[in-house]
């Protein structure tokens, strides 16, 4: 399975003043012990270093993610990533822009998201995004 893994989970990850752990952050932890893929993109990274603070946090975060492989949206994304977003919305289920556009680079690539955020619950239940689920 490979992932894609949202800024939901990256954050509980990353924190170093709790001890976080909950099935979506198991299953970032595995994936990263195991040699998995694990893709993300920039909006992720942007909003990671939006909201942790201090150098020593900015440098740990960029470290890390210099391992993992980056997408980078392409026009189409953000074209069906519109539509994914107006669909959406015609049916009831608010869709931030960014997290339509996270969603539809999961369809394109065929990922699986990793997320805590259940804004994308509510979107996988009326588009093709994929969301990991613990067994």
């Known amino acids: 399975m490979t992932l894609f893994v ?13 001890a976080p752990e ?3 952050v ?16 920039g909006v992720v990274l942007q909003e990671l270093l939006q909201g942790f603070h201090g150098p020593r946090a900015r440098t740990r ?24 977003r107006n669909d959406c919305r015609r049916h009831g289920i608010q869709a931030g822009t ?7 680079i999961c369809v394109r690539h065929r990922l699986v998201m990793l997320s805590t955020d259940q804004d994308f619950r509510h979107m996988a239940a009326r588009t093709k995004l994929v969301l990991w689920s613990a067994p």
């Open 61 to 84: 975060i960029i470290e890390r993610f210099a391992a993992l492989a980056m997408i980078t949206p392409v026009r189409e994304d953000y074209i069906d990533a519109a539509r994914l």
């Open 98 to 104: 960014i997290d339509a556009l996270l969603a539809e």
């Open 26 to 41: 198991g299953r970032l932890r595995e994936a990263l012990g195991g040699g998995e893929m694990i893709y993300t993109t």
């Open 6 to 18: 949202d800024t939901s989970v990256w954050s509980l990850a990353l924190r170093r003043d709790s």
């Open 22 to 24: 909950g099935p979506e």
